[in-house]
Each structure stands twice: as structure tokens, then as C-alpha cells.
């Protein structure tokens, strides 16, 4: 009997598909073809019937999908550690903000994208959901560096660089995604900042135009008790049932940090379908609070992970997020079995998917979605022994461990080394900015 032609075979130790979730497989390999998964069985049976260009063979591994940031700002990589260990509002007022002022720029984006790009892709991260200015800059580093994105159509009542007013913001955002409408790795999310930045007639405009374009709408929301005192004064509400007023609880609503959620809040956003970015490291460095994880999980919310930008985790790592996700989850509630380790692998794959629209595509290995995977060794003291892999990915490895990473079946990283960004040139631009910048820190 003739084979069937493939691209490639990857041949594992140990494959986690997340779906059905807490399944492991071992002695299994993952068929590609055209940027796609075309099989997953055992690899006897995939040798035998597939004639493979490429196979890619992992001992030591485990294969899971590639993981996926519900949210960050790629480009504040470049502000990485310009100020630290202040409470969020003095620290966007005093620091970033007029940092962001003087320095945004087009190629602030790119480059600061490009650095995150690096950073995320040698983690096992495949996709990131963005929010920033200059939103084509992010999209074109993305592109270039092989990642998948979901970017950001930001908008804020103040002018910056990039825009004068919300309603240049949306329209120079709305150009970007026409640009860029058959890049099948990007995608876009209308991104009002978060209610204490935008109005309510931007947030009415936003919400007409994710309906008619079937977008999701990515705001921060109830990250602080601060943000929620200060919409009691302004709005007589909170900022939950203001945007709620304004109709934008619903499916689409990707709803970033909701720390401060009362049972109602909780039920509100089950009810809706509504999805929660929840940003653990982040919450945990700005002293922000501990979000009721396992309280939404239980009431059915999706729930994805996301790093937050590097100027305020400080990294952008989801296995330290899953880490911490799953641990603080048991500590808030007081119980151990709280979000267990396949749980979190599934934050950090599936249900970012889904919140992005994009769960048909991506997030789990099934035949039909894209290659995107990511391979982590097992190998080295650190790693042994090892009982439950999927245990071990959360509780044990780390981002070091990712050997290998593809995305819609092209490998973007090999052995360890970026493919498709020349890290030395990289470094260099990286270096003048941080002349610049951090010569305005000592003065």
C-alpha cells in the first residue's frame, strides 16, 4: 500500500493534546502537512503510513500545543525594569506614561516587539495577544519572527504619538487590520485600555464595531481597588456593571486581570460567556491582589493566562505563569486540588484560544488545527525523576527547557536557537535604547 505524503513527523516521548484534557500519550508522533496537523497516533503507525520529508524524533520530550499569552504589550519589553516595586497608578503616572511620551515611536514598536518575539518563541509561546500603539509595528515583528498575533485596536481618550483622539486611534487601528486582512497567523481585538481611560461613547463605538466585525474587545478590568473606588465616584458603578450598562459583557469580552470580582461579578461574566485574562505574576508585582481563579473556573468561566508587558512582570514566561496560577489558585481557596496541572496547561493553551476566537485553529493538538507545538526536554537533574509529565510541566520546567518550537508547521526554533531573528542585530538596536532610556533614569 503507497504512503501518504507528509511534510513532517514529530516523534515523541510523551505527546499532552490538552484535549481530552489530562491525556497523556506516550510512543505517539504528530503528523504535518501544509501548516497543518493531519494525524496524531502512534508512531509505528505513523511511519508506516506517512512518507514524511522530515522526521524529528524526541526521546526525551514532551510535545504540547504552543502556548498562548491572553495578554501583554509586546513592545514595553524596551522598558523592562525602568521602574519597579511602585502600585500601579504611580507607576504608570510618574514613570511609564511619560517614558511612553517621549520614546513611542514605529520603530520603539518594532523593536521593543521584535525583543519580545525572541523572548516568547524561546518559551514555547506561539501566540500573543497584544494591546499597544503603533499596532502594525507589533503585527509586521510578529510576521517576521514567525509567531502568531492577535493584535490590539487600541484606543484611550488621551493623544500619544501614535494617535490624537479615540476616534484616530480606531481609525488608524481599522487600517492595519484592511492591511493585513489575508496574514492568516494575525488577527485582531478591538482594545479599549481600560475603563478608567476610555469613555463611554468610545466604549459604545467600540462595541458596534466588534459586533459587525466579530471581534473580540480586550480591556483591563477591576485590576486594582483603586480602579474601582474611582468609577464609584465618577460613575456611580463599578467598572464590571458600567460596561455591562454599555453592552459589552458578552462572548467576545476578554476581561484582563479581574482581580477584585464579587460572586455577582463572577456570575455575571459565567452567564455572559465572557473570558478572563487573568496575569498572576503581574498582579502578584504590582500588588494588585489575588484574583478568585478557582471560584470563576467553578462557575464556568474561560479562564487563558497571559504574562502582562515585561515593564511590569517582569518576564514574559507562561510556565512561570502556570506555576504561579496554579499555586496561588490553591492558596486563595484553600484547597490543594485546586487547578490542577492540567488545568493550567489548558489557561495556558486552549482557553486563550477560545477567548481569542481562535480555538478551531489552535490550542490543542487535533487533527485539522494548526502546527503549532512546542517541545520541552526533560532532561537534567532538575527534571528527574518524573512520574506525571504533565505534572512536570507546570510544577517543574521551565521556559530553559523548550528545545524546539513550531508554528503552522514551520520550526521557528531549533535546538534552542532562533531561526528566523538574527538575535546579534537584534541586540544592538536593543542596546541603543537602552542608552537612551536609561541615561533619563540617572538624570
Not at 508587558?309 to 489558585?329: K, W
Amino acid at each position: 500500500m503507497a504512503q501518504e505524503l507528509a511534510d513532517t513527523i514529530i516523534s515523541a516521548r510523551w505527546i499532552i493534546p490538552v484535549e481530552p484534557e489530562g491525556q497523556v500519550l506516550s510512543g505517539h508522533s504528530v503528523v504535518i502537512h501544509d501548516g497543518k496537523i493531519l494525524a496524531l497516533l502512534p508512531t509505528d503507525d505513523a511511519t508506516t503510513r506517512y512518507d514524511a520529508a522530515e522526521h524529528v524524533k524526541l526521546p526525551d520530550h514532551a510535545l504540547v500545543p504552543g502556548l498562548v499569552n491572553l495578554h501583554t504589550h509586546a513592545a514595553m519589553t524596551l522598558l523592562r525594569g525602568l521602574s519597579d516595586d511602585l502600585p500601579l497608578m504611580r507607576w504608570l503616572q510618574e514613570h511609564v506614561w511619560p517614558a511612553e511620551a517621549k520614546h513611542v515611536s514605529e520603530q520603539f514598536v518594532y523593536d521593543g516587539s521584535v525583543l519580545a518575539c525572541a523572548e516568547m518563541l524561546r518559551g514555547g509561546i506561539t501566540t500573543f495577544n497584544d494591546m499597544y500603539f503603533f499596532p502594525g509595528a507589533a503585527a509586521r515583528a510578529a510576521l517576521e519572527s514567525g509567531m502568531r498575533a492577535a493584535i490590539g485596536i487600541i484606543a484611550i481618550e488621551f493623544p500619544t504619538a501614535y494617535a490624537s483622539d479615540p476616534d484616530d486611534y480606531l481609525r488608524k487601528g481599522l487600517a492595519v487590520r484592511d492591511e493585513l486582512r489575508d496574514e492568516t497567523r494575525i488577527s485582531f481585538c478591538m482594545a479599549p485600555h481600560a475603563p478608567y481611560t476610555v469613555s463611554d461613547k468610545t466604549f459604545e463605538r467600540i462595541m458596534v464595531m466588534a459586533d459587525e466585525l466579530d471581534l473580540p474587545v480586550h480591556v483591563h478590568m477591576h485590576e486594582t481597588l483603586e480602579e474601582i473606588e474611582t468609577s464609584l465616584s465618577r460613575h456611580k458603578e463599578r467598572p464590571l456593571a458600567r460596561l455591562n450598562r454599555l453592552g459589552l459583557v458578552g462572548p467576545r469580552l476578554i476581561a484582563v486581570h479581574s482581580v477584585h470580582l464579587d460572586a455577582g461579578e463572577i456570575g455575571l461574566l459565567a452567564a455572559s460567556s465572557a473570558s478572563i485574562a487573568h496575569c498572576p505574576s503581574s498582579n502578584l508585582k504590582l500588588a494588585s491582589g489575588f484574583a478568585p481563579v478557582e471560584q470563576m473556573r467553578i462557575a464556568g468561566i474561560n479562564v487563558g493566562l497571559g504574562t502582562d508587558g515585561a515593564a511590569s512582570n517582569n518576564r514574559l514566561d507562561m510556565f512561570q505563569e502556570m506555576r504561579t496560577a496554579a499555586l496561588l489558585a490553591k492558596a486563595v481557596c484553600g484547597r490543594a486540588e485546586a487547578m490542577p496541572a492540567s488545568a493550567a496547561l489548558k489557561a495556558a493553551t486552549l482557553n486563550g484560544a477560545r477567548a481569542l476566537g481562535l480555538e478551531r485553529q489552535i490550542g490543542t493538538i487535533t487533527p485539522g488545527k494548526q502546527a503549532d507545538l512546542c517541545a520541552v526536554s526533560f532532561e537534567g537533574e532538575e527534571m528527574s525523576p518524573h512520574y506525571d509529565p504533565l505534572s512536570h510541566l507546570v510544577y517543574v520546567a521551565d521556559r530553559k527547557n523548550v528545545t524546539d518550537v513550531w508554528v503552522a508547521g514551520q520550526r521557528v526554533l531549533k535546538g534552542r536557537e532562533l531561526i528566523r531573528i538574527n538575535t546579534d542585530a537584534l541586540y544592538n538596536r536593543i542596546q541603543l535604547w537602552q542608552n537612551r532610556l536609561g541615561v533619563e533614569t540617572l538624570t
